[in-house]
């Protein structure tokens, strides 16, 4: 089966979503995550979608569901690189996420991150890893 | 009539036909020669005549059976290129309608039973009918070619993206936003935020004249498709009237930064960049 891979860096997650999401993959995806979230301590998630061509409004719930949980758990959640197309269709389907934080790309992302989470709590989390 | 007698009898009249037939053209379409040389009309009128021949010794009468089809290329391309040089429908429509009067002249010398005539009028006037309408609808569509190309040529034009800084692009909205432009300008935006790695976008609606409801909610899905791709938008250049139309309207434009003016909105969008214009010293 397929597997999307959870990369951890420093006290942030990193997803890297690089096949056609199905239903199945994404409700792995989100135990998966949410599982990480608790064992690594993790402060901020950051889903990268640039290689996804398509998002159905189910992939576009998924992952405001993700941004959700994570809030719970007391992360951040950061969406990166969506394509134009897939704004386009996300807007026209009435799904603007809300609750998610969006940058153009990983640089990006991560910088929203740090900022988001405040850099005091660095040392705190480098030494746990 | 039995079939070929027609294209027999234009056969052996084909001289006199087409010489009368450019006299009338001459006269009955008006400034033709202005447009046109006199060598090209006559050989379009015998390319005609040649294709009519052809055409009607197969018996046929429907125009789009395949007897039709060079007939139908003739007048094509003779619809078209008359209607790049400025032709109305009518003049074009009046090349192959003359023809008539120039065969009904020369079928009345030729057939001396009235009923027969009668008959042989009736079966020639439907047909060049027929041609006449094909070329007004050839004509039409040919028109709607070319103003299909400008529409699109126009919206290419209208909708530039500027970068003002680095990261900061500007997207100078003129005319009235529909919703196949709002499409383009959507798609445009957001592919200039990809391309040159931005994540702030001011787009300014001076040369906008009217927001309705429709229009705002177009713009609303402008930002937030920006917003879902990491990008901030700012909206400037809202004149009074339109401040006042979209709060009569109930239009709710949400958390979205507005300006007056698109200088503001710069402004804005460098303080967010962490940057300022300052006075140079001395």
């Known amino acids: ?129 | 009539m039995a079939p070929g007698s027609l294209a027999e009898f234009i056969d052996h009249n084909e001289g006199a036909l087409l010489a009368e037939w450019t006299r009338l053209q001459k006269a009955s379409v008006h400034g033709l020669r202005d447009r046109i040389s006199e060598a090209e009309l006559r050989t379009a009128s015998h390319e005609f005549v040649l294709a009519l021949k052809q055409a009607v010794n197969s018996g046929e009468t429907d125009l789009l059976s395949p007897a039709f089809s060079a007939l139908r290329d003739h007048l094509s391309s003779l619809s078209s290129h008359w209607a790049a040089l400025g032709f109305t429908p009518s003049e074009t429509a009046g090349f192959v309608f003359s023809f008539k009067h120039a065969l009904f002249l020369h079928l009345k010398q030729v057939t001396k039973d009235p009923a027969a005539l009668a008959d042989q009028l009736w079966e020639s006037d439907q047909l060049l009918d027929k041609l006449g309408l094909f070329t007004t609808e050839v004509f039409q569509k040919s028109r709607e070619q070319i103003i299909g190309r400008q529409q699109e040529e126009m919206l290419e034009l209208s909708t530039p993206v500027v970068e003002l800084w680095h990261g900061i692009l500007a997207l100078p909205l003129i005319g009235t936003l529909d919703s196949a432009r709002t499409q383009i300008v959507m798609q445009n935006l957001l592919e200039a935020l990809v391309a040159r790695s931005a994540d702030l976008a001011i787009i300014d609606i001076t040369g906008v004249p009217t927001v309705d409801t429709l229009v705002a909610q177009h713009l609303l899905k402008t930002v937030a498709a920006a917003r879902l791709m990491g990008a901030e938008c700012i909206i400037s250049g809202i004149r009074p009237q339109i401040a006042q139309t979209i709060i009569h309207l109930g239009v709710n434009l949400g958390d979205v930064v507005t300006k007056a003016n698109l200088a503001d909105a710069f402004r804005v969008a460098l303080h967010k960049r962490g940057l300022a214009v300052a006075k140079i010293q001395g």
């Open chain 1, 1 to 129: 089966m397929e597997h999307i891979p959870i990369l951890r860096l420093g006290r942030f997650l990193l997803v890297t979503i690089q096949v056609d999401m199905h239903d199945q993959l994404a409700m792995v995806l989100q135990e998966e995550l949410t599982d990480r979230i608790v064992r690594d301590r993790a402060r901020g998630v950051l889903i990268d979608i640039s290689a996804l061509d398509i998002v159905d409004s189910f992939i576009g719930r998924m992952l405001s569901n993700i941004a959700g949980m994570a809030r719970i758990l007391d992360a951040e959640t950061v969406v990166v690189g969506m394509q134009p197309s897939v704004a386009i269709t996300l807007v026209e389907l009435g799904l603007s996420l809300p609750g998610i934080r969006t940058a153009l790309d990983v640089d990006r992302g991560m910088a929203l991150l740090k900022s988001a989470i405040g850099e005091d709590q660095e040392g705190d989390l480098g030494r746990h890893g």
